[in-house]
């Protein structure tokens, strides 16, 4: 093993990488769904407000861990905790990234199935044809699984070259492509006839449909598609630059995920209102919540919705569908690659072995359970549902909204309330050499607002408020 380690070579490819990782299948599969059930505009400017008030400091709880520790996540806490409990927090993150990468993997390989059904012209017909199409490609025996091992494989391929010639050089090609393709495709569903209907619904806030529900979906989609609350910023940032200025870079990354966000819907929902002309109500009817969001929205719906808007030129729906899927690969391989990289550096530096064998292990280890969540995708084969819920169910449900959550609760906990301010402080002004203008307001959001916003979470989701 060598002794110098890993780092990123440029601000830019630190700003990529990382931004690579947040956006992914949280941006352009879940942000339009959740903003569909909860009502559009009024749901962008509370889910904005929570990036801005939880995200950036939650960010740079992770940042400023990862940057000080200069280890794996479960070592960086370890550090820190001086073999308090707290140094489990970390392990937690390690975990919990082993288990998202098993099922993140499965949606992935989906996307890829899709990238070639597009091709093949298998996404032409009626809506109860695709979606009898995803039905059965998604609990077919093998198809699955041999699209989620190439993928996997794809991410492994790009781990194994390491921090610098993999991870940055991947992201620096593959983030401005991903924006490209989301402004073209953006574009062309803003110039659909009837589309201003979806525009509308995405930035003119009908306040009368937020509830406490509302509120708290966004924050817990903020966590989500920001990758907070596992260690995997907190990996990323042991790879940044001893001048790498946190505060910036946090805010950097949280405005290019919201702004990918706002892209994915002005993709989805003009095409969405310019074919259905009871759109609104379909989003917004909690029966039809299966079929019009979920994995429904994206592997269902969309395929639909393209030919419809394209119905005067099939090519063209083809083309952006073609595009769409691209998309929506390198969104999930840029983040599957900040998952994979978690687990990676934790074989590779505790267990001593080299980056190559780490990486072999990870991706054996999620390619098993991306065997088993895929089987278990559709609840068709019982011996994998458990308690009326499959595998895939479990861990979706197990990973984003308890274990994010709570990695993220108990990280501000640590930094706010456990670790001297003065470190805090030393690694928030790069040893001071920044002014740290906004400590104060940063250790006041660690302090009291993020805990007491994600408890909030918590209560609700356990049916308490
Ligand atoms: N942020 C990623 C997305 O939007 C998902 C993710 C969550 C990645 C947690 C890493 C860690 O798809």
């Given amino acids: 093993m060598t002794t110098e380690r890993a780092n990123f070579g440029t601000k830019l490819g630190i700003i990529l990488a990382t931004a690579g990782s947040a956006v992914g299948l949280g941006n352009v599969w879940r942000f339009p769904y959740m903003t569909g059930q909860n009502g559009g505009a009024a749901f962008l400017l509370i ?8 995200g950036v400091p939650c960010m740079l709880n992770e940042f400023i861990i990862g940057r000080r520790a200069q280890a794996n996540t479960a070592r960086a806490y370890s550090k820190l905790a001086n073999g308090t409990p707290w140094r489990l927090i970390g392990l937690f993150g390690v975990f919990t990234g082993f288990m998202i990468t098993g099922y993140y993997v499965v949606v992935s390989g989906w996307c890829l199935q899709y990238i070639y059904a597009s091709v ?7 809506a109860s044809y695709v979606k009898s199409y995803f039905d059965t490609f998604a609990a077919h025996p093998w198809k699955p699984i041999l699209w989620m091992l190439v993928f996997m494989l794809m991410c492994h391929f790009i781990i194994s070259k390491g921090v610098e010639k993999g991870i940055e050089r991947a992201s620096k090609l593959m983030m401005p492509l991903l924006f490209i393709l989301l402004v073209v495709i953006a574009v062309a569903s803003c110039l659909l006839p009837g589309a201003g209907r979806g525009i509308s619904f995405l930035f003119n806030p ?3 449909c937020v509830d406490s529900k509302t509120f708290l979906g966004a924050l817990g989609q903020a966590f989500y598609s920001l990758s907070l609350g596992m260690g995997c910023l907190c990996t990323y940032a042991s790879y940044f630059k001893r001048d ?6 946090a805010a950097q990354i949280v405005a290019i995920d919201t702004l990918i966000a706002v892209l994915a819907g002005l993709m989805i929902f003009p095409a969405f209102f310019a074919s259905y002309p009871d759109a609104a109500d379909k989003l917004a009817d909690p029966e039809l919540a299966g079929q019009y969001s979920g994995p429904g929205l994206v592997f269902i719906t969309l395929p639909n919705v393209f030919q419809q808007a394209f ?5 063209i729906g083809e083309l952006v569908a073609l595009l769409f899927y691209s998309l929506l690969s390198l969104a999930a391989l840029t983040s599957l690659m900040s998952l994979h990289e978690v687990s990676t550096a934790f074989f590779h530096e505790e267990l001593k072995i080299s980056r190559k064998w780490g990486a072999a292990i990870v991706t054996v280890l999620c390619a098993l359970i991306g065997v088993f969540c895929s089987l ?10 458990f308690g009326g819920q499959s595998l895939f169910g479990w861990f979706d449900f197990l990973t984003g909204q308890i274990f994010l959550p709570t990695g993220g609760l108990l990280t501000c906990l640590f930094l706010g309330w456990y670790v001297p301010k003065h470190i805090v402080k030393e690694e928030f002004t790069n040893e001071g050499t920044l002014r740290g203008r906004f400590f104060g307001i940063y250790l006041f959001a660690v302090r009291y607002v993020c805990p007491i916003c994600i408890l909030l979470i918590f209560l609700h ?3 308490v408020i």
């Fill in 47 to 54: 889910y904005i407000a929570c990036v801005v008030i939880l």
């Fill in 120 to 126: 093949a012209g298998h996404l032409n017909g009626d």
């Fill in 206 to 208: 009908d306040f009368s």
């Fill in 244 to 249: 790498t200025h946190l505060t910036k870079s």
């Fill in 311 to 315: 119905s005067g030129a099939p090519l």
């Fill in 376 to 385: 278990s995708y559709g609840d068709t084969r019982e011996w994998l549902v």
């Fill in 461 to 463: 989701q356990f049916g």
